[in-house]
């Protein structure tokens, strides 16, 4: 099997590694009560999913 005959330079592997990062989830709205929430998922906030109730979600105590 080859092996390198010489080191890569930093700048090399850089270069080579700077389409590696994290692309940032979607986020979108909730219509009901303006929370964050992935799209295509209920509302983790207020259980609301395509305008209906599909969660039971409990009301934090304060």
Not at 41 to 47: I, L
């Amino acid at each position: 099997m080859p092996n390198p005959k010489r080191r890569h330079s930093t700048r090399r592997t850089a270069l080579r590694r700077s389409h590696d990062f994290l692309t940032a989830t979607g986020v979108s709205e909730c219509p009901s009560c303006h929370e964050k929430k992935l799209p295509h998922q209920a509302c983790p906030k207020c259980g609301v999913y395509k305008g209906r109730q599909v969660l039971d979600v409990k009301e934090a105590a304060k």
